[in-house]
């Protein structure tokens, strides 16, 4: 079932922006992105974010709060496809890049975290760099809502860091896209990537497409790879 956002995340605009940088220590980069640059406003260090009692409930720790390479890729590919009359539904929305980048390019966007500070950061900054804010929802990938459903497009980025999440993974899409929807999933070589992908097979999704993008910042280099993925049924 999809859970009711506390206050912060109810905040609109400016009043959000404000909120966010008042709580937390906050910084923010430029994501260049074909023709166009998105500053995306982010906790400066996520060490700090980490909470012993959401790690001893489910092992939660704050992954949302660093920008990483897949998301950068992803942003990038969606912001090159027109979006305009699409649903969008991002996995894992993290502070915001990737679905910035698909409202730029007209997608209707659904983001979703398992953090609500994770949604409060997207819906911020779509508005510092979009002028407006999208949908979003906390989601658990163990008990996920039947009635998120039907989207042109599901997205996700770097999600595949647990053998559990690529289990789970393959019937979110599945139930999440529309018969001729297509997911794709951002990935730089996690351990979950082979067994996501034979349970997809067997959930009844086929592989359309698989395409490699290096990625090169600093000591920073990736290969990323991004899956896309229909339905069979």
Known sequence: ??????????????HLV???QSRFDTTTDDFRLGNRTFNILHPKNSDDLIREEDFVEDERLPY???IWPSATILAAQLLARPGKGRRLLELGCGTGLVTTAAMASGHEVVASDYYTDALAFTRANAFRNLGKSPEARMM???NFPLEEKDFDKVVAS??????EYAKLLPAILKSALSLHGVAMIADPG???APEFLEVCEKAGLELLAQQTFPFSEGKIKQEIVIYELGRTT
């Open 64 to 66: 949302w709060a660093d």
């Open 18 to 20: 404000s909120a966010l």
């Open 190 to 192: 996690r351990i979950g």
């Open 158 to 163: 770097d999600v595949l860091y647990e053998p």
């Open 1 to 14: 079932m999809t859970e009711t956002m506390p206050p912060l995340e109810e905040l609109a605009g400016a």
């Open 140 to 142: 658990n990938w163990r």
